[in-house]
């Protein structure tokens, strides 16, 4: 039929939106509003003489770009040896207690960044809990402080990345190559080593992005030694010096954006593996060692909450440490509670908004899938590609003179673009999994396309939805990049809190400020965790 | 109900997944269309329920042009081959759930119906229409300068080519004609349907009134528009008791076999009282045991409620077990339909010859040497 051909024309430009074309190119129009033009501006924020003097021969900028890298790079592979130690041995040695060691290990994630280096401080500083034991007089301040600290920030994410990977890892081939008689050492470089190669690298890439972005460790530890973030900080938020700020800003994307890129590529070329059967190790000595890692990595996390809570409560650390509530006190007798007032409003509202626009997403990138999907998904996490902290410097140059400056709802906008990326996955993938025919169902019987979304899509992903919440609350709670470029007095969420106090030497106050934002964070994970329980075990009961 | 499909074709961007395929399937009648994977059986059926509009062609029930009808105003039904549960409610609510929703006629709201569903038709045919006239004036054009180009043109061979694109172009503007003609000619059609629609619609809107007058609790009952849960529960109970789930109506679906999952999906379907229900291969994803004995049971309901049945398959055994008619399709075009005795005999060609007649032979020698054995 040769009039098809006109038909067809129609339909190609058509079939690009498919269906939800209006609602697809309304949210793509506010995610490149709120993402991708901030950075465009921070850029053009740029000019020669910022430039010429950024990069002049005896600006800061060298050292600490040599120091950025450095501390890194070293800080990378530690994290990510430690990580896959226990990452080994939680999923793959035979170890009991595994849900309470994953707690633990993961217990850090729950803190700022800057927190890390502060507990350094206090365990290894001038008058260090373990300096003072040992009688040592090494000090903490400095290259290795960024290193560890770094490490302390960075492992458990590490972990949790690893840990994924080598949950999914067929046993079936391994068995295979047993019975085939293929060596142990053949089987490392031919089965395990091309699983694990590229979601090794992509593990690599997002540890050394999170470290090299990271101004929180150093602004503690590192003393005179600087990194290229502490740079950006010093000059946008200390000195307003915005301009200086975009070009490091601009360098700090170069990380972030490969890692991205990477990602993309790295999962278009399909590295999925159907698990037939989960792998299991029954050696003993590796039940040993595994824990004697785990055992050994929980005491030191638990140690550094042990000298938050003895700097938190002692009257005054070293000299003396008689039980006192007097820090808090101080902390909340001038503007903490109301800090903490705007944090945990700050956190709900990210999470709702949040969980919200994700969903919304989420449902017409996998459930209605047409050419544009694919744009509008890659505009989803694109927010992966940008550091807090550069996120935080193009929101202050866009945003600074808007009505919405200075008001918990820029701090809720930047929260909810920064930490877009992983729930927006998580519910990506959730919708994705969900029978393909749902909304075909909904349509001959009769049942409207809303009707299937509140009654079928949305209740099926509901635990997903608890743990989008979740995460985005959990980040709002402890995050200082982004929001200390656009807090004020009136906004100003509790983590930031920790800076202040930094500042002044009144690491009491800010062991404080640290662990309430621990005790609140850990509450929701327990939350979570309930729902969890409470909802398999009536699942469970029904099916009987 | 009789269904007719009248020349359908369906082609995505380059590819043709279904050509001018036609075919009649008589009220209360099982019709399997037999292929192998990607031959567009799939495609042909999510076009006669309204889920893939087609590129041409029309479908036609008892009479009625239903081409461009919504889909859940088609009375059809749907089985997927992956069930598509609802998984967070229980047997019981899966199969509820659309009762919902459930318009009843009301007052007079099949004769209203009736007419919108016309309308739309007419909506869509005017359209195709217009696009072809404007395709048509395009080519008219096209043809116009080029014969001109032909008067002037001097070189003999030049002349030649430009000749044989004219000639073309002429057979091109004769199809497109052709196709308007045939769109005019439903046109026509539909635009009776909606005359008598609307006098069917005055006609009900009198007869209720009348009522009205007459018995004002009758006449309420009748516009009723919703189940009640009663009616709702009962219908949902029946039909589940009906595939034998009564002692899972309160489980989830992930509790249950794969057999039993399918059991819900169809009576999900029973539930809205479809007079055509269609199978996407149903079966293809259960054991041996589970499929014998639904077979078993789609007969059965075919009888009972006299539904017609239209069923996708790649398996030969399958459709030869079940059919009144066998479709059997190669990519994308229908190379024959008829009785499972007719195929057999009559083979239109070689294709139909190895694909069906073949396969199934190979099949039944294989087992032949031991049926004695099973017999003892």
């Given at each position: 039929?040769?009039?098809?051909?006109?038909?067809?024309?129609?339909?190609?430009i058509k079939s690009i939106f498919n269906g939800g074309s209006i609602s697809k190119v309304a949210i793509a129009v506010i995610l490149f509003a709120i993402i991708i033009i901030?950075?465009?501006?921070?850029?053009?924020?740029?000019?020669?003489?910022?430039?010429?003097?950024?990069?002049?021969?005896?600006?800061?900028?060298?050292?600490?770009?040599?120091?950025?890298?450095?501390?890194?790079?070293?800080?990378?592979?530690?994290?990510?040896?430690?990580?896959?130690?226990?990452?080994?041995?939680?999923?793959?040695?035979?170890?009991?207690?595994?849900?309470?060691?994953?707690?633990?290990?993961?217990?850090?994630?729950?803190?700022?960044?800057?927190?890390?280096?502060?507990?350094?401080?206090?365990?290894?500083?001038?008058?260090?809990?373990?300096?003072?034991?040992?009688?040592?007089?090494?000090?903490?301040?400095?290259?290795?402080?960024?290193?560890?600290?770094?490490?302390?920030?960075?492992?458990?994410?590490?972990?949790?990345?690893?840990?994924?990977?080598?949950?999914?890892?067929?046993?079936?081939?391994?068995?295979?190559?047993?019975?085939?008689?293929?060596?142990?050492?053949?089987?490392?470089?031919?089965?395990?080593?091309?699983?694990?190669?590229?979601?090794?690298?992509?593990?690599?890439?997002?540890?050394?992005?999170?470290?090299?972005?990271?101004?929180?460790?150093?602004?503690?530890?590192?003393?005179?030694?600087?990194?290229?973030?502490?740079?950006?900080?010093?000059?946008?938020?200390?000195?307003?010096?915005?301009?200086?700020?975009?070009?490091?800003?601009?360098?700090?994307?170069?990380?972030?954006?490969?890692?991205f890129?990477?990602?993309l590529?790295?999962k278009d070329?399909?590295?999925?593996?159907?698990?037939?059967?989960?792998?299991?190790?029954?050696?003993?000595?590796?039940?040993?060692?595994?824990?004697?890692?785990?055992?050994?990595?929980?005491?030191?996390?638990?140690?550094?909450?042990?000298?938050?809570?003895?700097?938190?409560?002692?009257?005054?650390?070293?000299?003396?440490?008689?039980?006192?509530?007097?820090?808090?006190?101080?902390?909340?007798?001038?503007?903490?509670?109301?800090?903490?007032?705007?944090?945990?409003?700050?956190?709900?509202?990210?999470?709702?908004?949040g969980?919200v626009v994700a969903c919304a997403t989420a449902y017409l990138t996998a459930r209605m899938k047409s050419g544009f999907s694919r744009l509008l998904h890659l505009m989803a996490i694109a927010s992966l590609a940008?550091?807090?902290?550069?996120?935080?410097?193009?929101?202050?140059?866009?945003?600074?003179?808007?009505?919405?400056?200075?008001?918990?709802?820029?701090?809720?906008?930047?929260?909810t673009v920064?930490?877009f990326a992983s729930p927006y996955l998580m519910i990506y993938n959730?919708f994705g999994?969900?029978?393909?025919?749902?909304?075909?169902?909904?349509?001959?019987?009769?049942?409207?396309?809303?009707?299937?979304?509140?009654?079928?899509?949305?209740?099926?992903?509901?635990?997903?939805?608890?743990?989008?919440?979740?995460?985005?609350?959990?980040?709002?709670?402890?995050?200082?990049?982004?929001?200390?470029?656009?807090?004020?007095?009136?906004?100003?969420?509790?983590?930031?809190?920790?800076?202040?106090?930094?500042?002044?030497?009144?690491?009491?106050?800010?062991?404080?400020?640290?662990?309430?934002?621990?005790?609140?964070?850990?509450?929701?994970?327990?939350?979570?965790?309930?729902?969890?329980?409470?909802?398999?075990?009536?699942?469970?009961?029904?099916?009987? | 109900?009789?269904?007719?499909?009248?020349?359908?074709?369906?082609?995505?961007?380059?590819?043709?997944?279904?050509?001018?395929?036609?075919?009649?399937?008589?009220?209360?009648?099982?019709?399997?269309?037999?292929?192998?994977?990607?031959?567009?059986?799939?495609?042909?059926?999510?076009?006669?329920?309204?889920?893939?509009?087609?590129?041409?062609?029309?479908?036609?029930?008892?009479?009625?042009?239903?081409?461009?009808?919504?889909?859940?105003?088609?009375?059809?039904?749907?089985?997927?081959?992956?069930?598509?549960?609802?998984?967070?409610?229980?047997?019981?609510?899966?199969?509820?759930?659309?009762?919902?929703?459930?318009?009843?006629?009301?007052?007079?709201?099949?004769?209203?119906?009736?007419?919108?569903?016309?309308?739309?038709?007419?909506?869509?045919?005017?359209?195709?229409?217009?696009?072809?006239?404007?395709?048509?004036?395009?080519?008219?054009?096209?043809?116009?300068?080029?014969?001109?180009?032909?008067?002037?043109?001097?070189?003999?061979?030049?002349?030649?080519?430009?000749?044989?694109?004219?000639?073309?172009?002429?057979?091109?503007?004769?199809?497109?004609?052709?196709?308007?003609?045939?769109?005019?000619?439903?046109?026509?059609?539909?635009?009776?349907?909606?005359?008598?629609?609307?006098?069917?619609?005055?006609?009900?809107?009198?007869?209720?009134?009348?009522?009205?007058?007459?018995?004002?609790?009758?006449?309420?009952?009748?516009?009723?528009?919703?189940?009640?849960?009663?009616?709702?529960?009962?219908?949902?109970?029946?039909?589940?008791?009906?595939?034998?789930?009564?002692?899972?109506?309160?489980?989830?679906?992930?509790?249950?076999?794969?057999?039993?999952?399918?059991?819900?999906?169809?009576?999900?379907?029973?539930?809205?009282?479809?007079?055509?229900?269609?199978?996407?291969?149903?079966?293809?994803?259960?054991?041996?045991?589970?499929?014998?004995?639904?077979?078993?049971?789609?007969?059965?309901?075919?009888?009972?409620?006299?539904?017609?049945?239209?069923?996708?398959?790649?398996?030969?055994?399958?459709?030869?077990?079940?059919?009144?008619?066998?479709?059997?399709?190669?990519?994308?075009?229908?190379?024959?339909?008829?009785?499972?005795?007719?195929?057999?005999?009559?083979?239109?060609?070689?294709?139909?010859?190895?694909?069906?007649?073949?396969?199934?032979?190979?099949?039944?020698?294989?087992?032949?040497?031991?049926?004695?054995?099973?017999?003892?």
């Amino acid at each position: 039929m040769t009039n098809t051909l006109e038909l067809k024309q129609r339909k190609s430009i058509k079939s690009i939106f498919n269906g939800g074309s209006i609602s697809k190119v309304a949210i793509a129009v506010i995610l490149f509003a709120i993402i991708i033009i901030p950075i465009i501006r921070m850029i053009f924020y740029i000019d020669s003489n910022t430039l010429k003097s950024v990069f002049a021969s005896k600006s800061a900028f060298y050292p600490a770009l040599l120091n950025s890298f450095t501390t890194t790079l070293i800080a990378t592979i530690i994290s990510i040896f430690i990580a896959y130690v226990l990452a080994w041995a939680i999923n793959r040695a035979r170890i009991r207690f595994k849900y309470l060691f994953t707690v633990l290990i993961t217990l850090p994630m729950l803190i700022p960044s800057i927190s890390h280096g502060m507990g350094l401080i206090i365990l290894f500083g001038n008058n260090g809990l373990i300096t003072r034991l040992f009688h040592s007089s090494s000090t903490i301040y400095g290259f290795w402080g960024i290193v560890f600290g770094s490490v302390l920030y960075s492992f458990p994410v590490a972990f949790i990345m690893i840990s994924d990977i080598l949950k999914y890892e067929d046993q079936t081939p391994y068995e295979a190559a047993d019975v085939l008689g293929i060596p142990r050492f053949r089987q490392f470089t031919s089965i395990t080593f091309p699983y694990i190669r590229k979601p090794m690298i992509s593990v690599i890439f997002a540890v050394f992005t999170m470290i090299v972005t990271d101004y929180g460790v150093t602004l503690s530890v590192g003393g005179k030694v600087k990194t290229l973030p502490v740079l950006l900080y010093e000059d946008a938020v200390g000195q307003l010096n915005y301009a200086t700020g975009s070009v490091i800003g601009l360098v700090l994307l170069v990380p972030a954006l490969a890692a991205f890129l990477f990602d993309l590529f790295a999962k278009d070329k399909g590295n999925t593996t159907y698990v037939v059967k989960k792998y299991h190790k029954k050696r003993r000595v590796s039940k040993i060692v595994a824990y004697a890692v785990t055992i050994f990595v929980s005491l030191i996390v638990l140690l550094i909450i042990f000298s938050f809570i003895v700097q938190a409560f002692a009257v005054a650390y070293p000299s003396n440490l008689t039980f006192t509530l007097k820090h808090f006190n101080y902390t909340f007798s001038g503007k903490g509670g109301k800090y903490l007032i705007n944090s945990i409003l700050i956190a709900f509202l990210t999470a709702g908004v949040g969980v919200v626009v994700a969903c919304a997403t989420a449902y017409l990138t996998a459930r209605m899938k047409s050419g544009f999907s694919r744009l509008l998904h890659l505009m989803a996490i694109a927010s992966l590609a940008i550091p807090g902290l550069v996120l935080g410097l193009a929101y202050v140059i866009v945003f600074k003179k808007s009505f919405v400056y200075g008001t918990i709802i820029i701090l809720i906008m930047v929260n909810t673009v920064h930490f877009f990326a992983s729930p927006y996955l998580m519910i990506y993938n959730a919708f994705g999994k969900m029978n393909e025919n749902l909304e075909d169902v909904g349509n001959i019987l009769g049942i409207n396309r809303w009707r299937i979304i509140t009654r079928v899509v949305v209740p099926q992903s509901k635990f997903t939805l608890v743990e989008m919440f979740s995460y985005f609350f959990v980040n709002s709670m402890m995050t200082i990049s982004a929001v200390s470029f656009l807090a004020t007095s009136a906004n100003k969420p509790l983590a930031l809190m920790i800076n202040q106090y930094e500042a002044y030497n009144k690491l009491e106050c800010a062991a404080v400020v640290a662990l309430i934002i621990l005790l609140i964070n850990v509450a929701m994970k327990g939350i979570v965790y309930l729902i969890r329980t409470i909802n398999k075990k009536h699942a469970y009961e029904k099916t009987i | 109900m009789k269904l007719e499909i009248k020349d359908l074709s369906k082609s995505f961007d380059t590819k043709e997944a279904v050509q001018h395929v036609s075919f009649v399937v008589e009220e209360g009648e099982f019709l399997s269309i037999l292929g192998p994977s990607g031959c567009g059986k799939t495609t042909l059926l999510r076009m006669l329920i309204g889920l893939i509009k087609p590129t041409s062609g029309h479908i036609l029930k008892d009479g009625v042009d239903i081409t461009n009808f919504k889909v859940s105003r088609r009375g059809m039904g749907f089985v997927f081959q992956n069930y598509a549960l609802f998984e967070n409610m229980s047997v019981l609510q899966n199969v509820k759930f659309a009762l919902n929703f459930v318009k009843l006629p009301g007052a007079y709201g099949e004769e209203e119906g009736a007419l919108k569903d016309a309308k739309l038709n007419e909506k869509a045919y005017l359209r195709d229409i217009s696009i072809t006239e404007k395709s048509i004036n395009k080519v008219e054009a096209k043809i116009e300068s080029l014969s001109a180009k032909i008067e002037k043109c001097a070189d003999e061979e030049k002349k030649e080519k430009l000749e044989e694109s004219l000639k073309l172009l002429k057979r091109e503007s004769l199809t497109l004609k052709d196709h308007r003609d045939l769109v005019s000619e439903h046109l026509a059609l539909v635009q009776k349907d909606i005359k008598k629609a609307e006098v069917k619609l005055g006609k009900a809107l009198v007869a209720f009134e009348e009522l009205k007058a007459k018995d004002p609790v009758a006449a309420e009952e009748k516009a009723r528009t919703r189940y009640t849960d009663e009616e709702k529960e009962k219908i949902a109970r029946d039909v589940i008791e009906k595939m034998g789930l009564t002692e899972y109506i309160n489980r989830k679906p992930y509790t249950l076999s794969g057999g039993q999952q399918q059991r819900v999906a169809i009576a999900r379907t029973l539930a809205l009282h479809p007079d055509v229900i269609l199978f996407d291969e149903p079966m293809s994803a259960l054991d041996v045991a589970t499929r014998l004995s639904l077979r078993k049971e789609l007969k059965k309901i075919q009888k009972e409620f006299n539904t017609t049945m239209i069923y996708i398959t790649h398996d030969q055994e399958e459709a030869f077990a079940m059919s009144d008619k066998i479709l059997v399709m190669d990519t994308a075009i229908a190379v024959q339909i008829g009785t499972p005795e007719e195929i057999l005999k009559n083979p239109a060609n070689d294709y139909v010859k190895t694909f069906v007649i073949d396969n199934l032979k190979t099949k039944i020698k294989s087992l032949k040497k031991y049926v004695n054995i099973a017999n003892d």
